[in-house]
């Protein structure tokens, strides 16, 4: 039966690739193409640069709590009707004051973790390159202190507070989380999260419609170039490989981020790595078909690893620090290898292994990629998401085998926490 669906989201800035912002759109298009109606009520972090001084110093104040936009998502609830309301990233337009328009109107919620801003104001679990768990499960004070967010105190403040006043709103107003990894939700429920409301639901990749023709011509670093991704772990295993005569192949880094000089300067003048900025989707899925392998060595601890799954798709192994989700999404020695999390020789003997028998590498490719179908398709990604809804919709209305009828008079009660309680207004 088709379902109307409200996703609500805050769109991430457009100077860095983002894919949480991928994410949301294919679930979007992927829903409408099984039929479903789906609308979207989004905010974009593009538009504050558009504000007055005053309009941005106002962003802050908003983090927490913006009850304009309670009032205009439950009127458009109203109005719509939807079957379920979606819920993505919040920050920094949005604000958990969304939870309580779907309470007003008694429409169900269901929310996709894409971090740990849950239990860490700025959702890395990670402070100064290193993994960090001093506020989960207690007041975020040493975040503010550390000035965690962007490295400011100040910044820190506004998602600390939201962190601290809304933690009971969310876990009270939304019916099924969706955690894209098992090991984000173990992460979670040992921070005192409802585990029964918390799925593991892992995000799915559109197919590619073409694979790795033979073993590939490069290895490839694909992402946003800042120290939580690995980079300069990577640069330091690469270094190692050159002094040992190199691999056979080129480092191919593709991407943007705050260590975007230190990477050009470092590739500048060799033959051995290509930086080439930032790829459009197209030049992506080439640069991925064309891999030896996808390297991945991210020093924080992955919610899940888009770029692993989408080298899957395009029947390519992945080399991935061994910590977070990366240990549930490649099967060491089977679809790529695994290497020590922050340890420079580790990666490069994995690198060196990876590229040394192009036999083997193949086989791990036809390996990740039967891994791609069964886990990570599209289709077993619409099942789940459907699954999910239905899921939360019974909770709400006390089972059966579906959601009331499109249309339906939502104007019941929010069903409250497990333990009677509940967030304020």
Partial sequence: MSMRVLVVHNRYASAQPSGENRVVDQEVALLRGAGHRVEVFERRSDDIAARSLPGKAAVALAVPWNPAVRSELAARLRAERPDVVHVHNVFPLLSPAVL?????????????????????????????????????????????????????????????????????????????????????????????????????????????????????EHLLHLGRLAEAK???????AWDEIATGGGVGVPLVIAGAGPLEQEVAAWAAGRDDVRYVGLYDPAQCRQAIERSVAVVAPSTWLETFGLVVVEAMAAGVPAVAAGHGAF?????????????????????????????????RNEEMGRAARRRYERDFSPAVGLERLVEGYRTALAGRYGGGDGPPPTGHNNTGSRRGHPHGRDGGS
Avoid at 230 to 236: D, E, K
């Fill in 100 to 216: 309580a328009a779907c309470a007003d109107t008694g429409v169900p919620a269901v929310a996709t973790l894409h971090n740990y801003t849950q239990v860490c104001p700025p959702g890395t679990l990670q402070r100064d390159g290193r993994p960090c768990t001093e506020c989960v499960g207690a007041a975020p004070l040493p975040a503010v202190r550390h000035g965690c967010y962007r490295g400011s105190r100040l910044a820190t403040v506004p998602l600390a507070v939201s962190l601290s006043v809304n933690r009971r709103r969310w876990w009270s107003g939304v019916e099924r989380f969706f955690c894209i990894s098992a090991a984000q939700r173990d992460v979670l429920v040992r921070a005192g999260m409802p585990a029964e409301r918390l799925a593991v639901k892992h995000n799915f990749v559109p197919d590619p419609g073409s694979r790795r023709a033979g073993t590939g």
């Fill in 327 to 359: 240990v549930e999404l490649v099967e060491d020695g089977t679809t790529g290898l695994l290497h020590r999390p922050g340890e420079a020789a580790s990666l490069a003997s994995c690198l060196r292994r990876i590229t040394a028998d192009p036999a």
């Fill in 230 to 236: 690995g980079v300069r772990v990577l640069m330091a």
